[in-house]
T-cell receptor, first 114, second 112 residues
């Protein structure tokens, strides 16, 4: 019963490097989300995908790109990492959309940019 | 401004005691309010979702209340256990969008 799986769990990058965070869900959910969590702040939405084939910006999309590869997978890419992107990233999915349906989160990916 | 404020920021209690966490919000128009539990190093897990018409909702030893008139919610934990040590996050959804607004959480530590 995997739910939402994120990889990698930990990553250290140098400024300017690129990387992709992977997310997969096995609950047949339509909607998927990427959030970041920083100390002293609530989770903030980076990008979301309401359904396969669609993606939209959230509150803090700058410096990120996403791909909804298929119904199961939603990846987050940092093209040129900056220290301000040091954070814990959470992928989430929902059957009905985050507003009405329950959100299921992954375990998080802890990224440090030096 | 649409905000969700939680208090206290942190709380320490002894095992077996009860505690109450508070959430005040200014989000408008209101749709629903959720409480999540987040263990250290893990993702948030939903405890309850409450709509405008629900005043009280329980999930085991967790009881959430909602007063939509005063825009306040509380999460009461009964007979606390060591496993209740976690951050508890209040989240409010705006009725006119699919947007969720997250509070910063209350960190609860339960000691034996």
């Amino acid at each position: 019963n995997a739910g939402v799986t994120q990889t990698p769990k930990f990553q250290v990058l140098k400024t300017g490097q690129s990387m992709t965070l992977q997310c997969a869900q096995d609950m047949n959910h339509n909607s998927m989300y990427w959030y970041r969590q920083d100390p002293g702040m609530g989770l903030r939405l980076i990008y979301y995908s309401a359904s396969e084939g669609t993606t939209d910006k959230g509150e803090v999309p700058n410096g990120y790109n996403v791909s909804r590869l298929n119904k199961r997978e939603f990846s987050l890419r940092l093209e040129s990492a900056a220290p301000s992107q040091t954070s814990v990233y959470f992928c989430a999915s929902s059957s009905q959309g985050a507003g009405t349906g329950e959100l299921f989160f992954g375990e998080g990916s802890r990224l440090t940019v030096l | 401004k649409n905000q969700v404020e939680q208090s206290p920021q942190s709380l320490i209690i002894l095992e077996g005691k009860n505690c109450t966490l508070q959430c005040n919000y200014t989000v408008s128009p209101f749709s629903n309010l959720r409480w999540y539990k987040q263990d250290t190093g893990r993702g948030p897990v939903s405890l309850t979702i409450m709509t405008f018409s629900e005043n009280t909702k329980s999930n085991g030893r967790y009881t959430a209340t909602l007063d939509a008139d005063t825009k306040q919610s509380s999460l009461h934990i009964t007979a606390s256990q060591l496993s209740d040590s976690a951050s508890y996050i209040c989240v409010v959804r705006r009725a006119d969008t699919d947007k969720l607004i997250f509070g910063t959480g209350t960190r609860l530590q339960v000691f034996p």
